[in-house]
């Protein structure tokens, strides 16, 4: 699990749409990579201002590898990533 910060909400909501072999989801419990921000996903029900204090950003997003390819997952990042 790699967790990371975007710039703006603009390059995250990019990025999310952006992904083609990673998937934007909640569930971290298959074999495929998963894309979350666990800002309004998995910690939704924790109080906004100790997310914010644990650093749980509306612009943090956090990647649970999966079993593709190695270098599949790294050219789907670098293309929504714009790089």
Do not use: C
């Amino acid at each position: 699990m790699i967790s990371f910060y975007l710039d703006s909400d603009e390059e995250v909501d990019r990025v999310l749409k952006s992904v083609k072999l990673i998937t934007f989801a909640e569930s971290q419990g298959g074999a495929e990579s998963f894309l979350t921000i666990p800002y309004y996903q998995t910690h939704d029900d924790v109080d906004e201002d100790q997310r914010l204090r644990l650093g749980i950003t509306p612009r943090l997003l956090r990647l649970s590898v999966g079993l593709e390819n190695a270098d599949d997952l790294i050219a789907d990042l670098t293309q929504a990533l714009g790089e």
